[in-house]
């Protein structure tokens, strides 16, 4: 075990040394690599802050719900009571049916039409602040409607149901564009191990006439696929964090005249590590597909 475990620790650093050995060439891959992986990272995390930037802008959801004429007090508490069970104390906010008339009053629009009324024509109110899906809101809805005294419920959840079908048309966009990509980065890696190939000729074939075997043969072009890989996700993060702490100077801008400090965020570490790991991944594929197809025809002499 401890032999085999030196022995990939050898390859890995000759894979290394090998790389340093060459700087303008490995530094032009791993460019190469890592602008194809900024795109649709750049997009995903946009995707990511997309929510964050609705919620500023619109504010959390709110359902209503429009109480009947014949509720008393004692059923409107027992209401209450129960909503904030359900919902949490800060999510239930009680409107009476005189707050209500006096905010129409304030109105400048319809303040003239209010003084006309002979009664009060508004109900008592419950404005509830909701979270999640439009489909948990719509879940919740139906269970609101069932609660006594409730005669109309009164929901906002277009807005969530355009910004669903938005943000998973950009997911579709993005996905689209991380599978040619992928392409892209797996055809840089597959040219790059097979000039390589041709680079390490003469030293493969002395290699196969002393006995190595295709495993000791093949394992530093693996690594050589995983180490672009690597480095070429983490230029990757670096330009999406770059361009973020960029964007972010002119965001907070605005974000300040809305009364906002909303700035957009970085990915977390599970998500760096999922970048690395899908890089490496791709790597290691054109890695696969190179070895494959150019290392089988060579023979030693």
């Known amino acids: 075990m401890n032999t085999l475990l030196f022995q990939h620790w050898q390859t890995f650093s000759l894979t290394l040394a090998r790389l340093a050995g060459n700087p303008i060439a490995t530094l032009l891959n791993v460019m190469v690599i890592g602008v194809a992986l900024t795109l649709p990272l750049g997009g995903y995390m946009l995707l990511q802050n997309l929510g964050d930037v609705t919620r500023q802008v619109t504010g959390n959801p709110q359902i209503s719900l429009f109480l009947a004429p014949s509720a008393g007090k004692a059923e409107i508490a027992a209401l209450e009571a129960r909503l904030k069970r359900m919902l949490g104390e800060r999510a239930v906010r009680f409107i009476s049916r005189e707050q209500a008339l006096e905010g129409l009053k304030r109105s400048e629009q319809l303040a003239d039409v209010i003084a006309a009324l002979q009664s009060n024509p508004l109900p008592d109110a419950f404005v509830l602040e909701t979270g999640g899906s439009a489909a948990e809101i719509s879940r919740l809805e139906s269970e609101l409607r069932a609660l006594p005294n409730v005669t109309h419920v009164q929901l906002d959840s277009e807005w969530l149901s355009r910004l669903e079908s938005l943000l998973a048309l950009g997911r579709t966009a993005v996905s689209i564009l991380v599978a040619l990509l992928a392409f892209g980065l797996a055809a840089v890696t597959f040219n790059t191990i097979r000039l390589q190939i041709l680079t390490q000729k ?21 690594y050589l696929g995983l180490v672009l890989g690597v480095f070429g996700a983490m230029v990757a993060l670096a330009i999406v964090y770059l361009c973020m702490l960029i964007l972010n100077r002119s965001i907070l801008e ?14 977390g570490l599970a998500d760096c590590l999922a970048v690395l790991v899908f890089a490496a991944m791709l790597g290691w594929l054109g890695a696969y597909m190179s070895v494959s197809r150019h290392l089988g025809v060579i023979e030693p002499r």
Do not use: H, K, M
């Not at 003469?202 to 693996?222: C, K, N, W």
């Not at 974000?255 to 990915?267: E, P």
């Open 254 to 267: 605005v974000a300040q005249q809305y009364g906002s400090d909303f700035r957009l965020g970085f990915f």
């Open 202 to 222: 003469d030293e493969i074939e002395v290699s196969q006439l002393i006995g190595a075997t295709d495993v000791f043969v093949r394992r530093p072009f693996f």
